[in-house]
């Protein structure tokens, strides 16, 4: 059974910065799709940022966090992270970590399918 702990929500400033952790077990795969969504009140979950595993291809980003968030993963600890930089109050929303067989971006968004597990979520608020 697939497993994935969050931790490193918070409140921060706006213009402050923040970094989510998200530690993996019970995966057998080393070549999967790990990824950070966000759910804001009220609104649908999206995607935010994701990385393969095995390093195929170049992390993908959601344009509302190009150039202030950064993914990244050390594979020694199957852990994770999203530095969070330059954050916005449009960026509060409770964040979840996703593990799935492959990253598919359709139409410039990434999509999970059914195969997809999740984390419990973790909370960040940015006030202004």
């Known amino acids: 059974e697939v497993h994935l702990a969050e931790s490193g929500g918070g409140s921060v400033e706006a213009g402050g910065s923040l970094t989510l952790s998200c530690t993996a077990s019970?995966?057998?795969?080393?070549?999967?799709?790990m990824a950070w969504f966000r759910q804001a009140p009220g609104k649908v979950r999206e995607a935010v940022a994701a990385?393969?595993?095995?390093?195929?291809?170049?992390?993908w980003y959601a344009d509302s966090v190009k150039g202030r968030f950064t993914i990244s993963q050390e594979k020694s600890k199957r852990t994770v992270y999203l530095q969070m930089d330059m954050v916005k109050p449009e960026d509060t929303a409770v964040y979840y970590c996703?593990?799935?067989?492959?990253?598919?971006?359709?139409?410039?968004?990434?999509?999970?399918?059914?195969?997809?597990?999740w984390g419990q979520g973790t909370q960040v608020t940015v006030s202004s």
């Open positions: 996703g593990a799935d067989r492959e990253c598919t971006v359709l139409a410039g968004i990434l999509a999970y399918g059914s195969t997809a597990s």
């Open positions: 019970g995966i057998q795969s080393n070549n999967h799709c």
């Open positions: 990385i393969s595993t095995g390093g195929a291809g170049r992390p």
